[in-house]
Antibody, heavy 118, light 110 residues
């Protein structure tokens, strides 16, 4: 069965960087793209960007361009999302989500809480 | 890219039908049949319930249905049940090869 298992919660200071991992299993990792989505406390879902697992091609939401980097390691079937210059309003649960063969997200990770606080 | 517009809340009694709207532009909802809907219960991750405007994944109740007219997509929940109380988000592919979520709708079962 398809599973996306994310890394654990992080506490970061303003200005720092965070790197969240998403380890995939139960399917051929290079066959699908992955998106990262975040949700601030009590707020809605916000799409951050996608990465094509097999070649590393990316497309980021304009809001995060210059501050986010998404990568994959095909040898370990793991995707990563690094967000830099963290601010308090980056406090959120970050999800990875697998793209189906088409234009929707069929499996999601369990989420990683990133807290930014001095 | 602005979020798609959804009503903040919708409520209904058990057994009733409710409809949640999702309004975008011709660059997203209106331009593609790639609207999906996600259900999120408190403290849980999102779950896909509708894809490509009106298709249900295996295992999702047929009480959930989707449609689209112009720049507005809709999710209808028929025969409302207590377990349907959750937040619902629409999502669309866009002309920039990106994705955008709706603002989210809280469904309350009275």
């Amino acid at each position: 069965q398809v599973q996306l298992v994310q890394s654990g919660a992080e506490l970061k200071k303003p200005g720092a960087s965070v790197k969240v991992s998403c380890k995939a299993s139960g399917y051929t990792f290079t066959s699908n793209a992955l998106s990262w989505v975040r949700q601030a406390p009590g707020q809605g879902l916000e799409w951050m960007g996608w990465i094509i697992a097999h070649d590393g091609d990316t497309n980021y939401a304009q809001k995060f361009q210059g501050r986010v980097t998404m990568t994959t390691d095909t040898s370990t079937s793991t995707a990563y999302m690094e967000l830099r210059s963290l601010r308090s309003d980056d406090t959120a649960v970050y999800y990875c989500a697998r793209h189906s063969g088409n234009y929707y997200f069929d499996f999601w990770g369990q989420g990683t809480l990133v807290t930014v606080s001095s | 890219q602005s979020a798609l517009t959804q009503p903040a809340s919708v409520s209904g009694s058990p057994g009733q039908s409710i409809t949640i709207s999702c309004t975008g532009t011709s660059s997203d909802v209106g331009g593609y049949n790639y609207v999906s809907w996600y259900q999120q219960h408190p403290g849980k991750g999102p779950k896909l319930i509708i894809y490509d405007v009106s298709n249900r994944p295996s295992g999702v109740s047929n009480r959930f249905s989707g449609s689209k007219s112009g720049n507005t997509a809709s999710l209808t929940i028929s025969g409302l049940q207590a377990e349907d109380e959750a937040d619902y988000y629409c999502n669309s592919y866009t002309s920039s090869s990106t994705y955008v979520f709706g603002t989210g709708t809280k469904v309350t079962v009275l």
